[in-house]
């Protein structure tokens, strides 16, 4: 009797048929061989017939070129790092899109000559935030300090309470960037406490600017005190204020939490903060304040290695006069419809006969945003041994295990994601058989 194997087609004959074909010309050659070659090896193996061959290569084949997954962020972490923080809304993902061809970005239109660079982002940006003379933008938070520090403070010290010598992930400690920039660090205050008269006496012909930085990833509690930025304005002084997480106005849902608007009312002179936070939007260093200030950091040599992509732009501008953004209805998510979800959820796959159960937990904004702030949220939970083909699966989907169990928290999926992950869940357990 033959061996079934001899059947295997060959790799030309499967990039030929039709459905191959064309997923050749969207991904390129070598990205569907690599399929081809996985379908082919399942068959010597004798998982699938030689006659699947085609048909397993097509459902091999990656959405894109890429080599990034989307992942579905069932970690109950609004803004998680590792993920890339703050997905973006339908409109910035258009916006995006349109962008990645000629555009615009550098030119206009009606004279035909070179125009400012991100001019509409700008614009959005300063018609979100009344309070700001001048914006600019930069490619994330750590440029946009950085490039404050260099125009304002080198050689010279910035003022920083000890309390906010704040280090953020991947041990990134913003101390260190400022004394990067040829600035000097002049500490003020304990761990816990620092007043007024503190920063009084450390002023001079060397200082460069006071920063106040937003704790934003850690809370200090019990015998504290700081300096509002209200009170740091009348010392004579720039006063930079690093909110970090990126809101431009107040927030109902988080009252605590600093804004652009507030700061610079409150006599800031200039604002640093993230785009890919609490503002839902792309990675973008934001910059707003005194117009003479902005000027000089949009003129310095340096601005021109931090100045982010057109893709960038029409993301960011997108984001703030889009529609709310995942991020904004996350936060305002109701909990009795999540658990309403949940409980659905779980209900299903207990018919299926999975182990699901559904619960009311606790969700986190991350992403150095509100920390301690607590968002009430509902989950569906499923043997601890879920977590790992839930992972690996096609879409991979990040749980959380706690008390021996896996958790899918539903705080940053939206209601239209549930399906893909009653499917998720029923493959992972297919992996597990």
């Known amino acids: 009797m033959a061996d079934e194997r001899q059947q295997i087609p060959g790799t030309d004959q499967v990039l030929n048929a039709p459905e191959i074909a064309l997923a050749t010309a969207r991904l390129g050659r070598q990205l569907v061989k690599q399929a081809v070659h996985a379908a082919q090896d399942k068959a010597r193996a004798g998982e699938i017939s030689p006659d699947e061959v085609i048909d397993e290569a097509a459902t091999m084949l990656p959405k894109t070129a890429s080599s990034l997954h989307r992942v579905l962020n069932a970690t109950g972490v609004l803004l998680h790092t590792n993920l890339g923080r703050a997905p973006l809304s339908d409109a910035a993902v258009q916006a995006l899109a349109e962008a990645a061809g000629t555009t615009d970005v550098e030119l206009d239109l009606q004279t035909g000559q070179r125009g400012p660079r991100g001019a509409a982002a700008v614009q959005a940006l300063l018609n979100a935030v009344p309070t700001a003379e001048a914006a600019h933008v930069v490619n994330n938070g750590a440029a946009a300090l950085a490039l404050v520090a260099t125009v304002f403070a080198r050689g010279k010290e910035i003022v920083l309470a000890r309390g906010e010598m704040v280090e953020i992930g991947d041990h990134f400690r913003i101390p260190e960037l400022l004394e990067a920039t040829g600035a000097r660090l002049r500490e003020v205050g304990t761990t816990n406490r620092v007043h007024r008269q503190d920063y009084e006496a450390v002023l001079g012909p060397d200082t460069g600017f006071i920063l106040k930085v937003h704790p934003s990833n850690f809370v200090v509690q019990g015998f504290t005190s700081s300096v509002p930025v209200v009170e740091l304005a009348h010392l004579g002084v720039p006063v930079v204020a690093d909110i970090g997480s990126g809101l431009l106005q107040p927030h109902p849902v988080l009252p605590d939490e600093p804004d652009a608007t507030t700061a610079l009312r409150q006599g800031a002179s200039l604002v640093t903060a993230s785009g890919d936070k609490l503002l839902g939007g792309p990675q973008a260093g934001l910059l707003l304040g005194k117009a003479d200030l902005v000027h000089q950091l949009r003129r310095h040599p340096l601005a021109r290695a ?49 182990a699901a159960r559904a619960q009311r937990t606790e969700a986190t904004v991350g992403g150095g945003g509100a920390p301690g702030k607590v968002l009430p949220s509902a989950a569906v939970t499923l043997p601890e041994r879920y977590a790992r083909p839930l992972r690996t699966g096609r879409p991979p989907v990040l749980p959380r295990v706690e008390q021996g169990r896996c958790v899918l928290d539903l705080a940053a999926l939206p209601a239209d994601s549930d399906e893909v992950l009653r499917r998720a869940v029923l493959e992972a357990r297919k992996c597990m058989s």
């Open 306 to 354: 931090l100045r982010v992509d057109k893709l960038t732009l029409a993301a960011l501008e997108a984001t703030i006069t889009g529609p709310p953004t995942p991020t904004e209805q996350a936060l305002r998510q109701d909990p009795k419809t999540l658990l309403a979800r949940a409980e659905r959820l779980a209900q299903e796959l207990s018919g299926a006969g999975i």
